[in-house]
Nanobody, 118 residues
C-alpha cells in the first residue's frame, strides 16, 4: 500500500524557517516525481516544488524560488522541503504528492500545517 506521511509543520514569524518531511512507504520514492503542493484557506491547491526521479532535477513555483529548497534522501525514502524567509502568504496546508506521467498526482499525504504570522 502506498502511503505518504508529512511532518514538520509549525507556526513561525515572518522571516522564519521550517523544514517539512514526507516519508514514503509501499514504493521507491526516488523512481517518481515527488511534489509539494499547498492549499491556503479559501483557495485552490497551488503547486510549490517538485523533484524528478533519477538525477533529481528540481523545480519551483516563482512565488517560492530562492526561498524554498526540495531534496530527497533515498536511504530514508523521504523528500524534504526547506522553507526560508517565510511570508504570511506562505501560510497553508502543505501536501506531499506522488506525480504521474500525465502530470497529475496519484497519491497525497494528509498534509502538514504551516502558519506564518507575527
Amino acid at each position: 500500500e502506498v502511503q505518504l506521511v508529512e511532518s514538520g509543520g509549525d507556526m513561525v514569524q515572518p522571516g522564519g524557517s521550517v523544514r517539512l518531511s514526507c516519508v514514503g512507504s509501499g514504493f521507491t520514492l526516488s523512481t517518481y516525481d515527488m511534489n509539494w503542493v499547498r492549499q491556503a484557506p479559501g483557495k485552490g491547491p497551488e503547486w510549490v516544488s517538485a523533484i524528478a526521479p533519477g538525477g533529481g532535477s528540481t523545480y519551483y513555483a516563482d512565488s517560492v524560488k530562492g526561498r524554498f529548497t526540495i531534496w530527497r534522501d533515498n536511504a530514508k525514502n523521504t523528500v524534504y522541503l526547506q522553507m526560508n524567509s517565510l511570508k504570511p502568504e506562505d501560510t497553508a496546508l502543505y501536501y506531499c504528492a506522488r506525480g504521474t506521467a500525465a502530470g497529475g498526482y496519484a497519491y497525497w499525504g494528509q498534509g502538514t500545517q504551516v502558519t506564518v504570522s507575527s
